[in-house]
């Protein structure tokens, strides 16, 4: 048997390279149609950030379960034009929350983000807005809301923290202590309650990360305040009242923000029995529930539809009924867009920020009442 020429084994490696590049490449290829999710002419792919775990995580599943139910309503009558959707959780953590969007950019290529937390939506919004695509805001954003593509579709909690101010004072109330969170949406929300309250305050602020509150409660008890309001996360407000009950016997008239009510049963949960918050002032974000809805909720999913399930559903529907294959004419559609969804009217303000109604309630048998 003859043996190769120089010549002959640089053509054989030359064969063998090439061949191994275009293995490479098929590969590459075969891995990206994998990854790459198909759209459909007319469909397009959604990417849903919700607080699954840790605080807020009963809010986080509600809206999740507004998605779905929206998605499989969606995807039944329009089988030629499906959403894909992809959910992540942000267990209320920006970092987490920044690692979820990247994935869905980068790995499932989404078109619109549906997105829940206050934290995450900080964390990402400069990519968001250069990225150009509409967003869906659940929580409130920590910076002031512009003209831009992230839509609040939670009614405009700043104007309601002005309202309650404005109910407080015409209650009589003159002085106050406020205990708040110190993050960016909790200060702006004080910010907007004082200027309709336009009383005396005395301000205590808890940390994020704060978990030990005796001090600030021997503090508030101390300084025998007839009314205290609250604008905090949930888990840290049942935590503070536990506290406080501790050592304060005076039985202050008490005022909760709309806060209380996404986080409600975070209340329940940690203090065990909200007998103990009976009389107090809640602050809500009226939004009534179709029928339907609640109906198509319960079949599905076995339950009556949570806190701000409704805006879930809504959220998809209005991203579906206003969709372009081009970004810009999709977000100038959702400006320009006055929808009926199942939590009533859905219209923004220049800034994106959706137009509210606000609702005074109050706790009675430890349960949310309306207030009469």
């Known amino acids: 048997m003859p043996t190769p020429t120089k010549d002959v084994i640089v053509v054989n490696m030359k064969k063998y390279i090439w061949g191994g590049i275009v293995v490479v490449i098929i590969i590459i290829i075969g891995v990206y149609a994998v990854t790459r999710k198909p759209v459909q002419a007319g469909g397009y792919n959604l990417g849903v950030i919700a607080i699954l775990s840790g605080d807020y995580a009963v809010v ?13 309503q969606y995807n039944q009558a329009h089988p030629d034009a499906k959403v894909n959707v992809t959910i992540e959780d942000d267990g209320f953590n920006a970092g987490t929350g920044v690692s979820a969007y990247q994935k869905l950019v980068n790995v499932d290529h989404i078109d619109a983000l549906i997105n829940v937390s206050t934290p995450t939506i900080d964390a990402i919004y400069t990519s968001v807005v250069a ?24 009614p405009d909690s700043v104007s309601s923290e002005h309202d309650y101010g404005v109910y407080m004072r015409e209650k009589g109330v003159k002085e106050m202590a406020i205990v708040y969170s110190n993050l ?5 929300f004080v910010a907007a309650f004082k200027s309709g309250f336009q009383g005396s305050t005395t301000d205590v602020v808890i940390n994020q990360d704060q978990t030990d509150y005796r001090t600030q409660a021997a503090k508030l008890a101390g300084l025998n305040p007839s009314t205290i309001g609250f604008f905090m996360v949930p888990a840290q407000g049942a935590q503070f009242i536990n506290e406080l009950n501790k050592v304060d016997k005076n039985k202050p008239q008490i005022f909760f923000d709309a806060n209380f009510q996404s986080g409600f049963s975070d209340y329940q949960r940690i203090l065990g029995n909200t007998n103990v918050l009976n009389g107090a002032i809640v602050g809500t974000l009226d939004s009534g529930v179709s029928d339907a809805f609640k109906q198509a909720y319960k079949a599905r999913f076995g339950s009556d539809p949570g806190f701000m399930a409704d805006l879930g559903y809504d959220g998809f529907n209005l991203l ?3 969709h372009s294959a081009d970004k810009a004419t999709w977000v100038q559609n959702i400006k320009d867009s006055d929808y ?5 009217t859905i219209k923004f303000t220049s800034t994106g920020n959706r137009q ?10 430890g349960q949310l009442v309306d207030l009469k």
């Open 356 to 365: 509210p109604k606000t609702k005074m309630m109050t706790v009675q048998g």
């Open 320 to 322: 579906a009924s206003t």
């Open 60 to 72: 986080g599943e509600n809206i999740r379960n507004g998605v779905i139910l929206a998605d499989e």
């Open 340 to 344: 009926t969804g199942v939590s009533g």
């Open 131 to 154: 990225n150009g695509m509409p967003v869906i805001q659940g929580g409130e954003q920590g910076r002031a809301p512009s003209d831009d593509n992230v839509f609040g579709l939670l």
């Open 184 to 188: 960016d949406a909790m200060v702006r």
